[in-house]
């Protein structure tokens, strides 16, 4: 098995995609296959923790360690699987800007500033998708939607824009309808050693006729086409921020130790292969069951 050229279709489960046709997050789902098939992780080295939401029924679409959390929170499982065997190739996490962005905020942030080497990539569709429709932490303000019917009164969050400034080590920003530089920036993000956030943008073809590929095309450009580099905090944040226009790329990558590299007691071997000598686990074992 392990001398097989490997290929997306080793990613494949039975279950095939319910999405709606046309949705953005086809193309994420291809973006990941084909980075890991480029770094030639096979699907036993890569362990992938999804939400609730439209993007993570991915969950049942590719093959690897699986794990399906509650709303909002992909992160906290992806950073323990990341504590208990920091050998894993691979371990990313996916939310929507749903779950990403409102109920799950507050573990993006401390994901950030805790150095977990772990992708993390984020649906940014602006609206929630698998509930029918409704405003997001994303949508953009008076953005009308089944539950701000009068236009959406909050400002929206800027995802990248928060990553750089709760001092995430690698933020980068995608688009959905630009596969190969997709792939390409989730190759880059997975060999980043830290915490690595990825917001792609994605059309939701069903509910949100305001963010549709054609508004997203008039205003992505591509930062490795200007002479952007991606080393000054400050200039990312602005970058970020950039008005009427989306830049794509990496904004910014710095190397830190990690949260694991500050724990010598991890040094030498991952939590998952210590010995536990002469610990009698019986009794607790009992009180799982
Ligand atoms: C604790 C909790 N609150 C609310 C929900 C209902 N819920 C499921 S998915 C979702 C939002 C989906 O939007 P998003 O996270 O942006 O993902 P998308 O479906 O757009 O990919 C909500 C509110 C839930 N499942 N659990
Ligand atoms: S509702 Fe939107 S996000 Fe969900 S599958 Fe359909 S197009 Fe995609």
């Not at 953005?143 to 933020?171: C, H, M, Q, R």
């Not at 944040?237 to 190397?255: Q, S, V």
């Not at 500050?262 to 074992?285: F, R, S, Y």
Request: charged share 20%.
């Amino acid at each position: 098995m392990n001398n097989k050229q490997l290929t997306i279709r080793d990613y494949e489960t039975a279950i095939a995609p319910t999405w709606c046709p046309g949705c953005g997050n086809f193309s994420i789902w291809l973006a990941v296959r084909q980075a890991l098939v480029k770094l030639n992780i096979r699907p036993h080295e890569v362990a992938l923790s999804f939400d609730i939401g439209c993007n993570s029924n991915g969950a049942n679409f590719i093959k690897g360690y699986i794990c399906h959390a509650l709303h909002g929170r992909a992160v906290p499982p992806a950073e323990a699987i990341r504590w208990a065997n920091h050998k894993l190739k691979a371990v990313i996490a996916f939310n929507g800007d749903g779950g990403g962005f409102g109920i799950g905020l507050h573990h993006f942030i401390h994901a950030c500033r805790r150095n977990v080497d772990i992708l993390y990539l984020t649906h940014d569709n602006q609206i929630y998708g698998l509930t029918t429709g409704q405003t997001s932490p994303t949508s953009a303000k008076g953005f009308v939607t089944k539950s701000t019917p009068f236009g959406n009164l909050e400002e929206p969050i800027n995802p990248s824009a928060l990553a750089l400034s709760s001092d995430a080590t690698w933020v980068g920003r995608g688009f959905a309808g630009e596969v190969q530089h997709l792939t390409d920036l989730i190759i880059k993000g997975l060999k980043h050693p830290g915490f690595a956030h990825l917001n792609v943008l994605q059309p939701c073809v069903t509910f949100n006729k305001l963010n549709t590929f054609d508004w997203f095309k008039q205003r992505v450009y591509k930062l490795e086409e200007t002479d952007y580099k991606p080393t000054d905090r400050k200039k990312a944040w602005e970058k970020a921020n950039e008005p009427n226009k989306l830049p794509i790329g990496l904004f910014f990558e710095e190397t830190k130790k990690t949260y694991k590299d500050q724990i010598p007691q991890l040094a030498q071997e991952a939590l998952v292969e210590k010995k536990l000598g002469n610990v009698d686990l019986t009794q607790a074992m009992k009180e799982f069951k």
